[in-house]
C-alpha cells in the first residue's frame, strides 16, 4: 500500500501583526490573544475547506472519511518583550491510498463466473484500473473489489485506489496559498473586538468615576 502525506507549515511575518496592531491602537497582550484565537479559528477553516477539496478531488463517498485525513498540529514560540507564547501551524493531510468501496465509481467484474479474470473500478477524478486477481462482492455490508491473500478462501484485502495525485497541487493552490489571507482576516476581527471590548470598558468606567 502506498503511503503518502502532505504537510503545510504556516507562519506569518510579525510585521504584519504588528502593523495591525498599531492601526488599532491595541497593547501587546491583546495582539498575542488575538494571534493565537486567530490561529485557532485559521485551522478549523481550513481543515473543512480541505476535507470538502480533497473528498471532491478523490471522489470519495464520505466527509467524514476525510475529516480523519486531517490534522492540524500547532506548535508555540516566543515573541515580544513580555515573553508571551505565540503558536504556528502545521496540517497534515493524509494522501495514502484508498480503499475502492469508499470512493464513487463504477465496480464491474471482469470476464464471467465460470472464467473470471478479475475487476475493473472506473472513476470520473481517478481514471480505471483493473485488478487481475480481483473478485467483486460484498462483505460487511459493503459491495468492493477484494483480493484472497493466499490458496484459501479467507482472508482477503479491499482492492485500493491511489489517490494523491488529483488533490496534492490543489491542496498547495488553493489551501495553503488561502492560509495567509484567511488567517489575517481572522486575526484583525479578533483584534477590532477586544480593541472596542476594552475600549467600552474604559467608558463605562469613566461614567461610574463622575458618580464616585
Request: net charge positive.
Amino acid at each position: 500500500m502506498q503511503t503518502n502525506q502532505q504537510s503545510l507549515l504556516f507562519d506569518i511575518d510579525p510585521s504584519q501583526l504588528e502593523g495591525v496592531q498599531l492601526m488599532l491602537g491595541a497593547t501587546e497582550k491583546e495582539m498575542m490573544a488575538a494571534y493565537n484565537r486567530a490561529i485557532t479559528r485559521t485551522s478549523v477553516t481550513m481543515k473543512a475547506q480541505g476535507a470538502r477539496l480533497m473528498r471532491d478531488g478523490m471522489d470519495a463517498k464520505s466527509l467524514k472519511e476525510m475529516r480523519k485525513r486531517m490534522q492540524a498540529h500547532k506548535y508555540a514560540f516566543k515573541l515580544g518583550k513580555t515573553g508571551g507564547s505565540l503558536d504556528e501551524l502545521k496540517l497534515w493531510f493524509g494522501l495514502n491510498d484508498m480503499s475502492v468501496g469508499r470512493l464513487k465509481g463504477r465496480i464491474s467484474r471482469l470476464g464471467s463466473k465460470k472464467s473470471p479474470a478479475g475487476a475493473a473500478f472506473n472513476s470520473s477524478k481517478l481514471g480505471r484500473k483493473e485488478f487481475d486477481d480481483g473478485f467483486v462482492t460484498r462483505l460487511r455490508g459493503k459491495r468492493s473489489i477484494f483480493a484472497r491473500k493466499g490458496a484459501a478462501r479467507f482472508p482477503v484485502s479491499e482492492a485500493k485506489m491511489a489517490v494523491a495525485d488529483p488533490v496534492q497541487v490543489k491542496l498547495e493552490d488553493e489551501i495553503f496559498a488561502s492560509l495567509p489571507e484567511v488567517f489575517m482576516q481572522h486575526y484583525t476581527t479578533d483584534m477590532k473586538g477586544r480593541v472596542a471590548g476594552r475600549d467600552s470598558i474604559a467608558g463605562r468606567q469613566r461614567k461610574w468615576n463622575q458618580f464616585a
